[in-house]
């Protein structure tokens, strides 16, 4: 055979595959960790944004100015209440049937129940103040303002938390649940719990009960008629009664007034027998 036919009898030599170093997989672990490296991400920036986005509290008034602004809405002259009437208020006041509410000293009782951040806490202790101080005294009424997250952030007012009343006609017992903060700070007696469960289930706040004859909760105008003010102007809006201010904060004050005239059988006569406060009685039915 000749040498070119036995070359092309050669049978092909295969070539050896190169072998291949296998790929890697992913470990289980990587995406899980991704998802939450990326919500670590988007919380820590929502973080900051808040931080920059909050408004800070405005600087607590003075001894000096938060005496002033007291003085100012603890004597408040007949003719302004007569002058502005129900204003701008909403009433909300609605009769309830129930045992008499009477305070320790045996008067009609009147009980608040709300919340320090709370917004429309904090523009309700206005008019309750205005309208309490037509019966009595308080003492201990200390300056705070509402959460600075929450609607209406902010919002000047005074804290029931210390404070203490004195009157011959009627009494006043308080709870602010939690601070500006939402932290825990009082919590109601069993017999005040019970109030709040049978007349206020919604839960709503503030809720304010006069000697188990009438009540209401929420607010009765809206926060933002005090919105950016401080305590001096809030108090100094009210010295006119053609203020936005004061058609809602002394309107809503004698409603409060009529609901406690109607607790007191119209004690004290000077507050109650005027015309003003004997038409809103009326109202309330």
Known sequence: MSGKNARSQRKPVARKAVARKPVAATPQWVVPA?????LAVLVVAFLIYRWYTTPLPPAAPSQDTTAQVLATITAIPQSEFDSVGQGTANNLIKPISGSALAGPGGKPEVFYYGAEYCPYCAAERWPVIVAMSRFGTFSGLTTTTSSSSDVYPNTV?????????????????????????????????????????????????????????YAFNGATYTPDVIGGMSWLAVSDALKSPDSAQAKAILGSANLITAAICKSTGDQPSTVCSTTTIQNLEKALK
Not at 34 to 38: D, E, I, R
Not at 170 to 181: G, K, L, S, W
């Open 34 to 38: 991704a998802v939450v490296a990326g």
């Open 157 to 213: 007012t005074f804290t029931f938390r210390s404070a203490k009343y004195a009157s011959q006609y009627v009494e006043f017992a308080a709870v602010e649940t939690t601070d500006r903060d939402q932290n825990p700070l009082q919590s109601p007696s069993p017999d005040q719990q019970q109030l709040v469960t049978k007349y206020d289930s919604a839960g709503t706040i503030p809720f304010v009960d006069f000697a188990n004859k």
